[in-house]
């Protein structure tokens, strides 16, 4: 099965879009394809890896036929180097990525109708005791103040809606170990399954909006306006759930936690820039200080959130073949998953040039 890195995580996402087209049929209520910046994930996903494609190719025109022969240029290297079943490995990338995503966002829609939160002064009551008769939040906003330290985490935290999927497409397109791509995709795609999971068996809401007072000196940043705007479609849809509004609201485990951890873990193991290794690691600190900060978790839901974060980079690595083992095994020449190398080796261009300059 796992020959393919790709199997597995098509597998989990045929199995998590089969339940949420179960669920949206015995509820009722229609699959909605909840929009992000540059709108509907069908658009934003095709549209980011155009952009990387353009960017992978465009440069090596340059640098291969210089700025005068860029067009044409542009038309040699995808002759060259780029290959259909390249292509088909970006698409079921995006694809898997897309349809857990979906599935992800419409089965949280549905805890209203099947798990109604429960569990936030259970949490709250932790959090109290685990910082000795305080409160986290409380905490934070006396270390670091509720002026423009809100404002520099508040846009760190909603900018995570951005820069994930850009993150996936940088590596679906420019990497040119397919598997690796696959590694990334299937990681990422298992944090929207496991936070699924996580959302059924401790349904709560969060701080911010079990008890909102706490939070009041700390509005009008991007992360309250969002809290905002997240409050007023899950009314909408709970008032009326055949409204174009999706509900949003879920605080057990962080997904924002648990999907930037993902990514740096992912990058720490793939070994890429030290600079960019450091950078993700500081957006990491600065998303786990908005989580509390703005109370959109609990400590347990950051926590849980690590937690679903390393197993699905784990699972993500066991699944494309890219655990020590087996890369160890694949070096023998006992490979247990197929690593095809779809990009052409530049050496076969120079001798098919060779080839034909004898001819």
């Known amino acids: 099965m796992r020959r393919n890195p790709y199997t597995f995580v098509g597998i989990v996402s045929l199995g998590i879009a089969a339940t949420a087209i179960y669920f949206s049929l015995s509820l009722d209520i229609k699959l909605r394809d909840p929009e992000g910046f540059l709108g509907p994930a069908y658009v934003r996903l095709p549209l980011l890896a155009l952009i990387f494609f353009a960017a992978g190719i465009v440069p090596q025109a340059i640098a291969r036929y210089g700025f005068r022969g860029t067009i044409p ?13 390249r292509f ?20 949280k829609s549905y805890l209203p109708e099947l798990r109604p939160p429960s569990y936030d002064l259970e949490l709250e009551k932790l959090d109290h ?6 409160y986290p939040s409380d ?106 509004s999706i509900y949003g609201i879920a605080g057990f485990a962080s997904l924002h936690v648990s999907v930037v951890f993902t990514a740096c873990l992912f990058f720490e193991m793939t070994k890429i820039h030290p600079l960019l290794r450091i950078t993700a690691w500081v957006y990491f600190v600065g998303t786990m200080l908005a989580t509390v900060y703005f109370g959109w978790h609990y400590v347990s839901d950051d926590i849980a959130g690590l937690l679903i974060g390393w197993i699905a980079v784990m699972l993500g690595a066991w699944a494309t073949g890219n655990t020590k083992r087996q890369r160890r095994k694949a070096a023998e020449g006992h490979s247990e998953v197929d690593h095809p190398d779809v990009f052409p080796h530049p050496d076969h261009e120079h001798e098919a040039a060779g080839a034909t300059r004898s001819s």
């Open 73 to 85: 240029g542009v038309r040699k290297v995808i002759q060259n180097d780029w290959t259909w079943a």
């Open 88 to 107: 088909s490995y970006i698409a079921l990338g995006l694809l898997a990525f897309y349809t857990c995503y979906v599935s992800y966002r419409n089965l």
């Open 129 to 134: 005791w685990l910082f000795f008769g305080n």
């Open 139 to 244: 905490i934070l906003h006396s270390l670091l103040g509720t002026g423009i330290v809100a404002q520099i985490i508040a846009a760190i935290y909603v900018s995570y809606l951005m820069l994930i999927p850009i993150t996936l497409g940088a590596y679906l397109v420019l990497n040119r170990d397919v598997s690796i791509g696959a590694w990334y995709a299937t990681a990422l795609s298992l944090n929207w399954v496991l936070g699924t999971i996580s959302y059924y068996i401790l349904p709560t809401v969060g701080p911010a909006f079990a008890f909102p007072t706490r939070f009041e000196e700390i509005d009008g940043t991007p992360a309250s306006e969002l809290q905002r705007s997240l409050f007023r479609s899950g009314r909408d849809f709970i008032e009326n759930d055949q409204s174009s």
